[in-house]
């Protein structure tokens, strides 16, 4: 190892300890990777690639900056609480998802890396006509993901979905936004848990950020993030169970059937925050269920911007995500908010999950 004297430009130069770490490090190559210098990098390795796709992720961790700065003081500053709105999708609109919203619209707004927006929150796509011509992408978001949770400080995540927008002979309309997740070009998520993480993938596997608040920069947390084949843990809203098929019961009866060959009974844990659970599976592993149930078979999350941006995050990591029935990826999709079952975790869960829907394993 070199002394910083052998290789700084003024070799007399005392430097306190602690700034002679920082410089050694560097000088090692061990300094830690801010996002915009990492997707540059790999950008770079990209023949073709403009720039603009590392320009995209980056407003996303300025998003997920200026919310994680309004969660930190939520409970100060009266943005907790519910706006008095029902949603497109009918669900009690909090102060916190408006916020969250606006926010993801005001950063891409002016960014002119996108000429169309859609979210849970709006019904309609908002469409940018002084972007269409030269902005490449589309963006579909959950702009608060897990908003039961805002009013107890418990965790909260954003989701995303990139998708290109082809035409370039006219303004993009909402039909050119539903797409199959197979044609994402960038997908993630944003964690607002004990730390702020931002995790995507563009295809090449999923990268991991965890916002060092000191400076206000994404430092690389997570390089190349590979899920077990199989987990000890399971997530799901057990008191829906009553409106379960007989396939999701009896999958999560032997879950809970002690067996030490297999591993079982796995432990429960599930947060009422999508992006949250699928963290925590990501990272050791498990499975999430939202299924289809007897009474709304088509289950309870959206598929274009919850489903697919994490089921893409899923895949490159090594795991799975289904409806029971057929990958995620492959989902038709016929509708701007339409929900799917979801069951999304470690490869080999999966798969059994599958087995017992599909009534192949008892
Ligand atoms: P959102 O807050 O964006 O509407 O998403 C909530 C989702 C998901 O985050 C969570 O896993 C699930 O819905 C919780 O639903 P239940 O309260 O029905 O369990
Ligand atoms: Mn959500
Ligand atoms: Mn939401």
Redesign the pocket.
């Known amino acids: 190892m070199r002394e910083v004297g052998a290789v700084g430009q003024a070799p007399s130069l005392s430097l306190p300890t602690p700034f002679k770490t920082v410089i050694l490090a560097s000088t090692m190559g061990q300094f830690p990777l801010t996002l915009s210098r990492f997707i540059t990098q790999k950008q770079a390795a990209q023949p073709g690639a403009t720039g603009e796709l590392a320009s995209l992720l980056t407003q996303i961790g300025l998003v997920g900056k200026l919310i994680a700065q309004d969660l930190r003081r939520a409970g100060l500053i009266n943005i907790l609480g519910t706006t008095g709105e029902i949603n497109v999708q009918g669900e009690t609109v909090k102060k916190l998802d408006e916020i969250a919203n606006e926010t993801f619209l005001k950063v891409f707004h002016h960014s002119g890396l996108v000429c169309a927006l859609a979210s849970?929150e709006m019904e309609k796509p908002v469409l940018l006509p002084e972007n269409w011509q030269q902005a490449k992408y589309m963006l579909l978001f959950?702009p608060?993901?897990?908003?039961s949770n805002t009013d107890c400080n418990m965790p909260l995540?954003a989701?995303f979905s990139v998708l290109k927008s082809e035409r370039k002979d006219r303004m993009p309309t909402e039909d050119d936004l539903v797409r199959k997740g197979t044609e994402q070009v960038a997908a993630g998520y944003l964690l607002y848990g004990s730390s702020t993480m931002l995790v995507y993938t563009v295809g090449h596997g999923v990268h991991g950020f965890t916002l060092e608040p000191g400076i206000g920069e994404y430092l690389l947390s997570h390089e190349q993030i590979r899920m077990p084949a199989r987990g000890r843990v399971y997530g799901t809203n057990e008191g829906n169970s009553h409106k379960w098929t007989t396939g999701t019961k009896k999958y999560m009866e032997y879950l809970k059937t002690p067996d030490r060959a297999t591993g079982r009974p796995y432990s429960g844990r599930y947060s009422g925050?999508?992006?949250a659970d699928v963290h925590r599976i990501l990272l050791e592993g498990g499975i999430y269920l939202y299924p289809g149930e007897l009474d709304r078979p088509e289950g309870k999350?959206?598929l274009l911007?919850?489903a697919n941006p994490l089921a893409w995050v899923v895949e490159q990591a090594g795991g799975k995500a289904s409806t029971g029935t057929m990958r995620i990826l492959d989902v038709e999709a016929k509708q701007l908010h339409q929900r799917v079952p979801l069951i999304i975790g470690s490869a080999n869960d999966v798969r059994d999950a599958e087995e017992f829907i599909q009534g192949r394993r008892m």
Do not use: T
């Open positions: 849970e959950d608060l993901d897990g908003s995540g989701i925050c999508l992006v999350l959206r911007y919850e």
